[in-house]
C-alpha cells in the first residue's frame, strides 16, 4: 500500500513541475513582511489626527518622494 502510494505521489509531481511558478529572486514574502515591520515602527511617533478623514493623508512634509516601497 505505501509504495503504490509513493508512487502515485511521485506522478503526481511529475506532472505538475511544468506548472510550477518560480518566484523571481528578490521577492521573498519575508523581505515584504520586514518592509512592513520597518515602516510601522517608522510611523509609530506619528501623531493620530483629529479628523477621522485625514487619517490616510500624509502632508508632503512627512513624505519623502526617493523612499518607495
Known amino acids: 500500500?505505501?509504495?503504490?502510494?509513493a508512487i502515485i505521489g511521485f506522478i503526481a509531481?511529475?506532472?505538475g513541475k511544468p506548472?510550477?511558478?518560480l518566484q523571481p529572486l528578490g521577492n521573498s514574502p519575508l523581505v515584504k513582511i520586514a518592509?512592513?515591520?520597518?515602516?510601522a515602527i517608522r510611523n509609530g511617533s506619528l501623531t493620530v489626527p483629529e479628523n477621522p478623514d485625514e487619517l490616510f493623508e500624509i502632508?508632503?512634509?512627512?513624505?519623502?518622494?526617493?523612499?518607495?516601497?
Open 35 to 39: 518592509q512592513v515591520i520597518v515602516v
Open 19 to 21: 506548472y510550477y511558478r
Open 59 to 69: 502632508s508632503d512634509k512627512d513624505r519623502d518622494p526617493g523612499k518607495i516601497l
Open 1 to 5: 500500500m505505501g509504495t503504490i502510494t
Open 13 to 15: 509531481v511529475v506532472l
